[in-house]
């Protein structure tokens, strides 16, 4: 999901935020998801481009590059302004550190409730484990299988062909294992039942206490990067793990780096740096929050003395995010953010380093009593520039430190990402050397903005122990460069002493040992993460990525020889010759069996029911027509909503981020995809969410439903068949017209939007709840016409026109104004009774103490508790009955976020998706009280529910562990 650099304005820069809620400028992260970098200048032939995806028609790449100019710009790359808008969106300070503690606690007191009597056996993993890339959609043209994004990895200090123990850890799926990290994998979960939480933030291995460490929550400023609950240990290689005593100081926080302190022989010495992470993560991003309530611990470097059992934080001082009172926590060195990177020096006792956000890089010479900033940030200014560091012992008996540092890049206004080399930094005042240039024709310019507008995502520098001149780099993808100037700077290796860097991205070698070349090789997916050598070769490493888990063989290859057929003039000639001088030999995805990937939603077609398809994050839209393990990759991108048409089986759509709509008449056939989404670009109507909520008619053929600001239509899937498969294919289309026939539904003007407040003239909604975006539509399958819609400040609207021509006949009646007690917060779903096209299901976000309705730090509206909700309207008689179905004493829901919910109307169950898993109400009834809906599901975040009625079957889709099914009764 996700995001970066310049001439298309970083399209994919969202795909970390997670959901862009535009009030201010929605970056596309969540303070969280990414973009990508804008891709190469494109030519006006139809020979395909090269972009951030893979293969499309120029025609295609200019069309969308000029409607993300347009309509997106360079906010999209920076997380900051959407994470601390969606901080105010929530609540701000509102929450309370009971708020967080008590959502755990809720999951919690459901889980040892058991299952309920009429729950079925268990959840069965519907897969996949192999998801595949085809040839035809991978930016490598070679096929490709792929996992979800890793985090974390460690490696086992003896690493032979034998025996090689490679430890893994994913952004949402847990710690994996295998014993045969040289070999094929063979992959165990080793987390699963111990953790709390199956976000994965660090991995540390002290192989001189035997002890494995593994810190939960991901600690990115982006929208989906998940919170934790502490640090884990354990001592038999993770067979089994104990909490640390001093766990309540990470409660909602993100884990990026555990440090055990070698000059302590007990091991009971342990450093620990955090960050803010996010809950609530729906299908739609309707409203993950990040808050740091007051009085609760605060963000940077911890250190416990006592093996975990305590720990306090280093060199605190009072960090204040915006206008609201009190909306301030403790943070080391005043990090907006929290800390990053952190290193003990491993030749001088008692000098310790770290770095944090927007305040550079810090050192302790004092076992980390106090703390002295060495190097000032250099390249703040977007509210998320990260440091990260490597340190390395010289021949001479000092320390060597190379560091990177980056935010949002030049697209975004904001300084390039660079690297520097200081020699003795363990005292003094080290002298920062810049090796970064922009000139091409400088051996530094290969470190140039390598991780373009989303540093805050995927950024780190690695230098193998004893060899200090060696040193990896590690950034996002420079897409622009691509198969052009370089092979997209991924990973950067140099033996130098980081003076001259080579292009690790791409292998010389193909699967079957022939040589590759431009239009077929292997390659690094996009957005590096984790990095380990190979402790018994320097050469060898294993790279975690958004696409999972590749391994190098430990040589190397000269590949310059394809620069001479990519048109490049002196001095990019040479430079590329050098860049690509030393190249992995062969990569190996180690992908196979690792089931990580991150779902945002999951849906059936009506006319088969083993045929599912769901978007995933950046590893597109996957596709099964009855296997559990093998999935083929139908589309590329960062993977949203998908749906099939009611009565042709044939037709289905997929989302990227934000509102780029794909339809295919052609069972999803890779190169049958046509864009639609032309209207929801050039409407008026902005930015939608990052994943923006899209349906298709469950009984009419033909019709479509989304949300930006206005409900949007469509009763042809967005155009003819000819005519879309002629102009708007993305492989092969001409884009010579308008791709899409969406329109708006009611008044086509800003008085007309659901989000409207009546500074908007003609706006009918009033001013309480106004601002946001949809953030749900739903339609009801018992008739043609209503539709029910929900906003992400807590309007909701029902109807009973929608299929009404002309468009601008169909009227909206809001009805959260017609019950006292709807909650003013992000909804994240809406499940329609089958049976009564006037009842629902509501599921919300965030805390019972929060509004979202907050003007100048003051909120609008009274907090009002419940998640979830019976809704009743009565069309006659305007009026509407809201129906809390949280519960109350030991069967209630508890205080957490539900990010979906499905109503089952066969036996009348209500099933509920949260951050731990998937609960059930019998009957829809809160006297029955919640229960687990059934054993077998990981614990693990559930972003969607779908109810599969073809085989009684409840879907969830899962942020870190595939898709799962359970047979309902």
């Keep these: ?82 994470a601390d808008e969606n901080y105010q969106l929530n609540g701000g300070d ?89 070999g094929g994998g063979n992959w165990v979960n080793a987390s699963d039942g111990s953790f709390a939480s199956g976000a994965i933030g660090a991995l540390t291995y002290d192989a001189s206490h035997n002890a494995l460490y593994a810190g939960t929550g991901e600690d990115a400023a982006a929208g989906d990067a998940e919170a934790g609950v502490g640090v884990y240990k354990s001592t038999d290689g993770g067979k089994t793990w104990t909490a640390l005593g001093g766990n309540s100081s990470f409660t909602n926080r993100a884990i990026r780096t555990i440090a055990i302190d070698a000059n302590d022989t007990t091991g009971n010495t ?23 309530p007051p009085g609760t611990p605060g963000v940077g470097v911890w250190k416990s003395t006592d093996g975990g059992a305590n720990f306090t934080l280093a060199q605190p ?69 990260r440091s990260e560091f490597a340190v390395a012992t010289t021949l001479d008996g000092h320390t060597r430190m190379y560091q990177t540092e980056g935010d949002s890049g030049p697209a975004a206004g904001n300084p390039y990402s660079r690297l520097w080399v200081a020699e003795a930094v363990e005292s003094g005042t080290p002298t920062f050397v810049q090796k970064t240039s922009e000139n091409v024709a400088d051996p530094g310019y290969a470190t140039y903005n390598f991780c373009t507008g989303q540093c805050w995502y995927d950024q780190r520098v690695v230098s193998p122990a004893g060899h200090p001149d060696t040193v990896f780099v590690l950034g996002s993808y420079t897409y622009a460069e691509d198969h052009h100037l370089s092979n997209a700077r991924a990973v950067l290796l140099s033996t130098d002493g980081g003076n001259t860097f080579t292009d690790e ?17 292997v390659g690094l997916h996009p957005d590096q993460h984790a990095f380990v050598v190979n402790p018994n070769n320097p050469n060898q490493f294993f790279e975690g990525s958004d696409g999972g888990l590749m391994r190098s063989d430990g040589t190397f290859t000269d590949i310059s020889s394809r620069c001479d057929g990519r048109s490049l003039l002196e001095p990019e000639l040479s430079r590329c010759k050098q860049l690509l001088s030393r ?57 949203g909503l998908s749906g099939f048409d009611a009565t042709n089986p044939a037709f289905r759509f997929h989302t990227y981020f934000i509102q780029q709509v794909d339809v295919s008449f052609n069972n999803g056939a890779p190169p049958s995809w046509d864009w639609i989404a032309d209207p929801l670009f050039t409407g008026g109507d902005g930015q939608s969410l990052f994943y923006f909520p899209i349906i298709t008619d469950p009984t009419v053929h033909g019709t479509m439903f989304c949300g930006i600001r206005h409900a949007w239509r469509t009763k042809d899937n967005g155009g003819s068949q000819a005519y879309l498969d002629q102009h ?85 009646n809001r009805i959260d104004t017609l019950a006292t007690n709807s909650p003013g917060r992000p909804i994240s779903s809406i ?82 998706a949260t951050d731990f898993g998937v609960v059930r109400l019998a009957g829809a009834n809160p006297a029955n009280g919640w229960t687990i809906a059934a054993p077998g599901l990981p614990v693990v975040t559930a972003a969607g529910l779908t109810i599969n009625p073809g085989k009684r079957q409840l879907l969830a889709a899962t942020h870190g562990r595939g898709a799962y099914q359970l047979t309902l009764p």
């Design 831 to 912: 499940s329609i009774d089958p049976m009564n096209p006037n009842h629902a299901y509501i599921s919300y976000l965030s805390y019972n103490t929060i509004t979202s309705n907050v003007v100048g730090g003051v909120p609008q509206e009274t907090a009002l508790p419940g998640h979830v909700f019976s809704v009743t309207y009565d069309p006659i008689g305007g009026t509407a009955t809201w129906v809390s179905l949280d519960g109350t004493g030991a069967g209630a829901i508890g205080d957490q976020p539900i990010n979906g919910v499905a109503y089952d109307n066969v036996t009348s169950d209500l099933y509920a």
């Design 728 to 812: 708007c294919n993305e492989f092969t289309g001409d884009f010579a017209v308008q791709c899409g026939d969406w329109v708006k539904l009611g008044n086509p003007n800003s008085g007309g939007r659901l989000t409207c407040s009546t500074a908007n003239a003609g706006c009918p909604y009033g001013n309480v709840r106004n601002g946001g975006l949809v953030g749900w539509v739903s339609r009801a399958p018992s008739d043609t016409s209503t539709l029910w819609a929900a906003t992400t400040f807590g309007r909701v609207f029902v109807s009973k026109n929608a299929d009404a021509d002309p468009e601008t006949t169909v009227t909206f």
């Design 505 to 521: 991205t791409d292998a010389a070698l193909l699967p079957d040992g022939t040589l590759g070349t431009d239009a077929s090789h």
């Design 1 to 82: 999901m996700k995001s970066a650099s310049s001439s298309r304005n970083r399209l994919l820069s969202y795909l970390r935020v997670g959901s862009g809620i535009t009030l201010i400028s929605a970056a596309a992260a969540l303070a969280l998801v990414a973009v990508k970098p804008s891709s190469p200048s494109l030519a006006s032939s139809q020979e395909p481009q090269w972009t951030e995806d893979g293969k499309m028609s120029a025609a295609f790449a200019k069309h969308r590059e000029e409607l993300f100019a347009a309509k997106v710009g360079a906010a999209g790359e920076s997380p900051a302004s959407w």
């Design 270 to 292: 342990i450093y620990v740096t955090s960050g803010r992470g996010v809950h609530g993560i729906s299908s739609t991003t309707a409203g993950a929050v990040s808050q740091i």
């Design 583 to 639: 190249a992995p030999t062969a990569y190996t995805s180690l992908n196979n069996g690792l089931q990580t990937l991150q779902f945002q939603s999951l849906s059936v077609n009506p006319a088969n029911a083993k045929d599912v398809q769901g978007g995933t994050q950046d590893n597109g839209t996957f596709e099964t027509t009855g296997s559990s393990v093998t999935w083929p990759q139908t589309i590329f991108g960062d993977g």
């Design 317 to 385: 001082s009072n960090v204040v995010l915006g206008p609201q009172p009190g909306q301030s926590f403790p943070s080391s060195f005043g990090s907006s953010r929290g800390a990053t990177a952190l290193a003990i020096d491993p030749t001088h006792p008692g000098v310790i380093y770290a770095s944090a956000y927007n305040v550079g890089v810090w050192r302790s010479t004092d076992d980390g009593v106090t703390w002295t900033n060495i190097h000032t940030c250099q390249t703040c200014g977007g509210g998320a520039s």
């Design 94 to 182: 509102q929450i309370t550190a009971s708020n967080i503690s008590g959502a755990r606690a809720a999951f919690s007191a459901i889980q040892k409730k058991g299952v309920g009597k009429k729950s079925t056996t268990s959840w069965f993993s519907l897969g996949p484990t192999n998801a595949i890339y085809p040839a035809f959609l991978n930016r490598h043209g070679s096929q490709y299988v792929t996992s979800g994004r890793i985090t974390a990895l460690a490696i086992a200090p003896n690493c032979t062909t034998n025996a090689c123990t490679l430890w893994v850890g994913a952004a949402g799926g847990g710690v994996w294992r295998t014993d045969k990290a040289l």
